[in-house]
């Protein structure tokens, strides 16, 4: 696979024919999901999320059109092939343009392993088996070990300030938010400014839009099955 192509700058537009448009598209495609991408090409099976029927049907690339086929292509010849959430999102390009865009803007802010592990404590939290198994996927990808991978499901880290990190995360998703003095009191000692909390917040939002997108759409697995363990299946 070529390396990703240089992100859109602060400003900068694409142009407004389709070619230049697809390849606006392909700029701001984060490195996640080009790692996503690495683990779609080595898994076949095909696995709905809990046995269930899918409850939105995913777009088909082959015959899709306008903005739609603007996204789905840009995914495609960036990286080969689109995940099924991302087909799925498609069936409303807005959804799709949205969580790549956010995706992108979000994805240095925090550390690689971070995000990952963030992903897995609020996917594990959530309920959703499609982002527990693309995040842990991943995660090994960008080189958490596994037993950090099976602490970041209880929203742990052998780190003591990775675990304050996820910690604070969870708070933010179990009280929607509301979290107290003493919630931020503890990520702050453990060396997190107000730009790495925004950011922090920013990741837990991210998961939240694919865990319930997924869970709400039965998205077909691709990726290597996780069990769950904490959180009720989805």
């Not at 292509?73 to 092939?81: L, N, R």
């Not at 690689?112 to 982002?131: K, S, T």
């Not at 995040?135 to 037993?147: D, N």
């Not at 917040?201 to 691709?222: C, I, P, S, W």
């Amino acid at each position: 696979m070529a390396l990703l192509p240089r992100r859109v700058g602060h400003g900068e537009r694409a142009e407004p024919d389709l070619a230049a448009r697809s390849a606006g598209t392909q700029t701001v495609l984060s490195e996640r999901l080009y790692k996503w991408l690495q683990v779609l090409t080595r898994v076949d099976r095909r696995v709905p999320t809990k046995g269930a029927a899918m409850h939105l049907t995913p777009v088909d690339h082959a015959v899709a059109t306008g903005r739609t086929k603007e996204l789905l292509d840009g995914v495609a010849a960036a990286f080969g092939k689109a995940p099924n959430m991302t087909l799925t999102m498609a069936v409303n390009p807005a959804v799709l343009e949205g969580w790549i865009e956010l995706n992108a803007a979000l994805e240095p802010t925090l550390s690689r392993q971070l995000n990952e592990q963030i992903a897995i404590a609020i996917a594990e939290a959530n309920g959703c088996a499609y982002c527990l198994a693309a995040h842990t996927a991943v995660g090994r990808l960008v080189g958490v070990e596994e037993s950090e991978l099976a602490l970041s499901r209880t929203g742990d880290s052998s780190d003591p300030r990775g675990a304050a990190a996820l910690r604070f995360a969870l708070a933010v998703n179990e009280k929607r938010g509301g979290v107290s003095d003493q919630d931020l009191a503890e990520v702050r000692a453990a060396g997190y400014d107000d730009p790495d909390i925004a950011a922090i917040v920013g990741h837990v939002a991210l998961n939240v839009l694919t865990n319930y997108f997924n869970r709400v759409a039965h998205t077909e697995l691709d990726f290597p099955v996780v069990e769950q363990g904490m959180a009720e299946a989805a």
